[in-house]
């Protein structure tokens, strides 16, 4: 059995060692690769690579929601899938992203959020926090994107007046990612941040700029490790039950979060 992660730029992805180490320890006879996609295309031809199933990463979620015959629950909504399955010609669409998200932040019990940027990421956690009857804003720095945002409290980050106070803020773009720079003016930040009970930064691996910046205000902070996890054993789950592969959960959890140690 193979499975793929979709996207590009692919080589960074982790989800390889995340899958491959989860099989390995649960004595599952499948392998877990890295696929650099080089323009869109339907996604019906990774079934006939023999794949059973992919992850789907940017810039391709969008598309292959488009490419599904069905999807299931809040991907309807999000418009985006992370999870594909193949089965007898067809693509079953899901998104793990959202629950794996919301999963870090569950405990909490939080009435509203803050999330900076409107790609498909910040689309993704705006549907489960609505969901979950968290009441959500959204800034960006353009105005563009934030028009898929109808039902929700969208402005950029030049007409935003704050209001009121956010129990957690999110910062969903990629800044910080790979240069040191945050997402908004310092001094805005700031003043969204002050009365914060987390900042949440879905980039994973270092300490970006904007958990710096939450750290020095005395903010607990998280970065996007756990939400990783969260959504490859999702995925890992519907890879699995769609071959009718029965595996003990507790264990499956335990590999994932230690693969990261490896
Ligand atoms: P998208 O490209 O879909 O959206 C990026 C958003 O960030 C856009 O709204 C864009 O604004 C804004 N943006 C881009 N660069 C900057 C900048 N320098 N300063 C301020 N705003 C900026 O990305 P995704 O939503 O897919 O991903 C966002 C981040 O989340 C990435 O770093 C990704 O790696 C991470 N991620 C982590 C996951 C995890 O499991 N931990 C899962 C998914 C994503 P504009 O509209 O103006 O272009």
Known sequence: MQFVVVGNPIHHSLSPLL???AFRLLGINAFYGRYCLSQE?????????????????????????????????IAK???????IIFCKGKIFGYNTDAMGFYQCIESFK????LILGAGGSSKALACILQEKNIDTTI??????????????????????????TYDIVINATPSGLIENSLPMQRGQLIEILKDAQLAFDLIYGRETPFLALAKSLQIPIQDGKNMLINQ???????????????????????????????
């Open 41 to 73: 295309k339907d996604f019906r031809f990774l079934e006939t690579l023999g794949l059973k199933g992919a992850n789907i990463t940017i810039p391709f979620k969008e598309i292959a929601f488009r490419s599904c015959d069905e999807t299931f629950g």
């Open 77 to 83: 909504k999000i418009e985006a899938v992370n999870t």
């Open 139 to 164: 800034l960006n720095r353009s105005s563009e994107r934030l028009k898929s945002f109808s039902g929700f409290e969208a402005y950029t980050f030049d007409s935003f007046k704050p209001k009121k």
């Open 19 to 21: 899958h491959n180490y």
């Open 110 to 113: 939080f009435k509203n959020a």
């Open 232 to 262: 490859a054993i999702l995925a890992f789950e519907i890879f699995m039950e769609s071959q009718g592969i029965v595996f003990d959960k507790n264990l499956l959890s335990n590999a994932m979060r230690t693969s990261w140690l490896i």
